[in-house]
């Protein structure tokens, strides 16, 4: 497809607004706290606009379409099941995180369990959390080389810059008012490709025709019950153990405001999905050619008016750098609070801590493009799952120990879980990779061994404390 000059107008606004945007928040940052936890002074819709605006990123659009176009419905997983965690994360997690008073979830660990457990969830939910950026930068290059007919690295080096842009300068608060912004474009470019991809499909009617049969395209289970429930499951158990957005949450000027931010992006999350898949249906249905990573930016280009088409665009793209971008905010705030000041510089100054996590960020981008660089064309949400799973086999049940029992579990169960974890997931996928997914054995080895551990440590305690008695 050929960019016409009211594409690029359309494209390039959307982009310089972000742009512009981002630099902004940095004028709000004046302490690495500012930057981590935007001073805690975050209201309701700059936490729904974090949130959106991370979750819902390139796997969430391009990743979705691409999905849709091979399978169908199944491809929903993504946005239902990041609209329940946000739920679930708002209702039930908020006051816990919010009030704990931590700026990563490590700290929040180390309050029940011990200092040790940090480094362990730090670094396996850091690869958990790369594996997620990958996705964001396949499907940022995607867009770009549709567009522009780019080397994919050229592409992806483009993404780098952008993404700097976006968070370098603002942290939280640059993902917070991006977000927002992007979430109100988000919408009227979802609702726009939706609603034309229905309309030429022709309708209910014309779907029915083109897709008679009921699997795989209709069920939410088009690729076998145990592979796409464990996608839903692993968008539930990730959000709720992953950095970028407890962060979110204790960024909130209140547990009200944090509660009511999670909710609202939980409920505008899973319509998105939808969007996307009505044009991933329609793609299959008369361009069945198209290669799978391209389908939305192929379907915007031909049957959007080349100003709306380079606006949604524009969207696509910010849509996939925020994903980027807050991902990576993620890892470098846990790399920063949870390594370098604690192991390297305990008494590093404001001043040198925020510029180590800027310089992270940049570290953390960078090596995300060479470890991409020869997956270009794999499945998009195929990364986003993966990682997920890793998260929550990492953080899931020690965190929901420390939350409902902390006077059952013990320091030593805790580290056991989370090492224990994310080992047997991913030992499970290199051994087994069309088999059972390793999320179920991943929780379910974290799972016992938090329960085992802990009724042993307890017995051990009641034993020597028996011995002691006698003496």
């Not at 742009?19 to 002074?41: E, H, L, M, N, P």
């Not at 158990?237 to 970028?244: A, D, E, K, N, R």
């Not at 047997?424 to 929780?443: A, E, H, Q, S, V």
């Not at 802990?454 to 008695?469: D, F, G, I, N, T």
């Amino acid at each position: 497809m050929v960019l016409t000059t009211g594409h690029i107008i359309g494209i390039v606004s959307g982009l310089l607004l972000i742009t512009a945007v981002g630099i902004y928040s940095g004028k709000k940052v004046k302490s690495d706290r500012d930057f981590a936890v935007g001073g805690r002074q975050a209201s309701a819709r700059l936490i729904s606009g974090a949130l959106m605006g991370t979750l819902v990123s390139g796997a969430a659009t391009v990743g979705t379409a691409q999905l849709a176009f091979q399978f169908g419905f199944s491809a929903w997983w993504f946005t239902l099941g990041g609209g329940i965690a946000l739920a679930v994360l708002g209702v039930f997690m908020a006051r816990s995180f919010w009030e704990s008073k931590v700026e990563t979830l490590p700290q929040y660990l180390a309050k029940t369990y011990s200092p040790a457990i940090g480094p362990i969830s730090t670094i396996f939910t850091s690869i958990g959390i790369y594996f997620s950026m990958m996705a964001q930068i396949l499907a940022f290059t995607a867009l770009m080389t549709s567009m522009f007919s780019l080397h994919p690295m050229v592409a992806a080096s483009i993404g780098l810059l952008l993404t700097l842009a976006y968070v370098f300068f603002g942290g939280v608060w640059g993902a917070g008012m991006v977000g927002t912004i992007k979430l109100t474009l988000l919408y009227i470019s979802s609702v726009t490709c939706g609603v034309t991809a229905y309309y030429l499909v022709g309708g209910w009617t014309g779907l029915q025709i083109h897709f008679p049969n009921h699997y795989p395209w209709w069920s939410l289970f088009g690729r076998g019950f145990s592979k796409d429930a464990a996608a839903g499951f692993s968008l539930l158990v990730g959000v709720l153990s992953t950095q970028t957005y407890v962060q979110y949450i204790v960024s909130a000027k209140s547990v009200k405001a944090a509660r009511r931010g999670a909710v609202a992006a939980g409920i505008l999350m899973p319509p998105i999905g939808i969007a996307g898949i009505l044009v991933g249906l329609y793609m299959r249905a008369y361009f069945p050619d198209t290669p799978s990573t391209e389908v939305l930016p192929i379907f915007v280009l031909k049957f959007l008016p080349p100003i709306l088409a380079g606006i949604v665009l524009s969207t696509l793209l910010i849509t996939a750098i925020g994903g980027w971008a807050g991902l990576t905010l993620g890892i470098s705030t846990m790399m920063t609070k949870d390594i370098y000041k604690k192991f390297f510089r305990p008494k590093a100054s404001d001043q040198e801590t925020l510029m180590a996590q800027r310089v992270l960020i940049f570290i953390t981008s960078a090596i995300g493009l060479i470890f991409v660089a020869g997956n270009f064309g794999s499945l998009i949400l195929g990364w986003s799952f993966l990682s997920m799973g890793l998260r929550g086999c990492t953080v899931l049940f020690p965190m929901l120990g420390a939350m409902f029992l902390p006077r059952l579990v013990t320091p030593m169960a805790g580290i056991v879980a989370a090492l224990l974890g994310p080992l047997t997931d991913f030992i499970w996928y290199l051994l087994f990779p069309k088999g059972l997914d390793p999320l179920y054995p991943g929780l379910a080895v974290s799972l016992l061994a938090l329960i085992a551990v802990s009724a042993m440590s307890r017995k051990r305690k009641a034993v020597l404390e028996e011995s002691l008695l006698v003496r």
